[in-house]
């Protein structure tokens, strides 16, 4: 053991004195729960060491000279050790607390999960899934995903890729002729990486539009336009057309609407079966959470929008249940080729790969994406080197959840 750390723990072993065990509260307990579960074995051995002298600790079960007291005494200070010695990143509180907002009967919720190497670290279950029907937020809740669909869009070009249906390179006109000339210079890399310089799709909808919008209707109002807001590949902005018209490559190259190929290539084989990317009328979301917005003498129902149809950029309903499945996915070369896998990774123009955001969060590598939409705020983030996963799931659209996120990796590194 290095002598800082020794040092440290002795200190605070000294500062102090004669405890109460029966002081604790639940979020101390919780802290111990969670620390104990962190240490490394030899500071949990040093303490315990430490904490029980040599002469007690060989007598403790025959001499008469061991009391209870002296016993409750030591126990204290061992927790309190472990209080003083957690979480070294950040405040050791019980998460739940970052969550009062969306708590009770009356209020949308949120699904929140922190997954630590490959297993449950933090669940919390909290508020609505429906106000109306007073039905809670559970773990098999499906909310909209909105642009964390973006991932599963680009694992199923990605996965095209590798059969050889086409390369990153394949022009956007390649697929679809009916373009106009600047779809030439317009690659699959650049929709991925959102450097297509297409026109929002969304400023192309009629004012006196009333239907829902769908991805082939995207696909026709940029056939309709003839020029891009930048060359190809000349800048960074982010694109929802982008990702709509690579749902329509994959319907394209494989006969297959979007939805299907997603169940029978991604949420089958993985196990999510609760999963889908939703298409009213064809499908339906079992155990669906509603979407609201916040108002100032409470909640509106907000569950769907003018675009809320469209799948390749935000239509996937999914639950804490089958994102774990997907994370722990994404370890693995289960889908795709780690070498695939590592160039989704790769950033690009403002750090952006393959349906994922890289960048360095407080010295850790992070892979994460946000979802906002009518009535929804969500986030993932994956931190691979510390294999740990931060996934937010509410059904409000406000406030904003990535600072939450933040939070409580900083609570699990």
């Known amino acids: 053991m290095k002598g800082m750390r020794r040092r440290n723990l ?76 957690s979480c070294q990143n950040g405040p050791a509180v019980d998460p739940t607390t970052l969550f009062t907002d969306y708590q009770g009967e009356s209020t949308p919720g949120a699904a929140v999960l922190v997954i630590k190497k490959g297993k449950v670290a933090y669940e919390g279950l909290f508020g609505m899934a429906d106000l109306g029907a007073k039905t809670p937020v559970e773990s098999s809740t499906n909310f909209r995903l909105a642009s964390v669909t973006k991932q599963f869009t680009a694992m199923s070009i990605m996965m095209l890729i590798e059969r050889n249906q086409l390369t990153l390179d394949t022009s956007l006109s390649d697929v679809f002729p009916a373009f106009a000339e600047f779809a030439d210079h317009i690659t699959i890399q650049n929709l991925l990486q959102h450097t297509s310089g297409l026109i929002d799709y969304e400023s192309l909808i009629p004012d006196t539009a009333t239907i829902q919008v769908h991805d082939k209707d995207v696909l026709a109002l940029l056939q309709a336009t003839d020029s891009t807001v930048f060359p190809p590949g000349s800048a960074y902005a982010y694109s929802n057309s982008g990702y709509s018209v690579l749902a329509m490559i994959v319907e394209e190259l494989t006969s297959t609407s979007f939805p299907q190929f997603l169940e029978q290539n991604i949420f089958e084989p993985l196990g999510m079966n609760q999963t889908v990317a939703f298409v009213d009328g064809i499908s339906t979301i079992e155990n669906r959470a509603f979407g609201y917005s916040v108002e100032s003498n409470g909640f509106a129902f907000a569950d769907q929008s003018l675009t809320s149809a469209v799948l390749g950029d935000g239509g996937i309903y999914s639950s804490l249940d089958d994102l774990m499945k997907w994370d722990q996915a994404l370890y693995t070369d289960s889908l795709v080729s780690f070498e695939m896998l590592q160039q989704a990774f790769t950033p690009g123009l403002e750090s952006y790969g393959f349906g994922w955001r890289i960048a360095d969060y407080n010295g850790h590598l992070r892979y994460s994406h946000t979802g906002s939409t009518s009535g929804f705020r969500n986030v993932i983030q994956r931190y691979p080197d510390d294999q740990l996963t931060i996934i937010i799931l509410t059904n409000r659209n406000d406030p904003v959840v990535e600072p939450l996120a933040d939070e409580l990796a900083e609570l699990f590194f």
């Open 10 to 85: 002795d200190r605070a072993i000294d500062q102090i004195g004669a405890g109460d065990i029966l002081q604790y509260t639940e979020e101390s307990l919780w802290r111990i729960r969670y620390t104990v579960n962190n240490l490394d074995f030899e500071s949990q051995t040093y303490i315990l060491l430490r904490s029980f002298p040599k002469n007690e600790l060989g007598s403790a079960t025959n001499s008469k000279r061991f009391s209870l007291n002296r016993f409750s005494l030591q126990i204290a200070l061992l927790i309190s050790v472990l209080l003083l010695t």
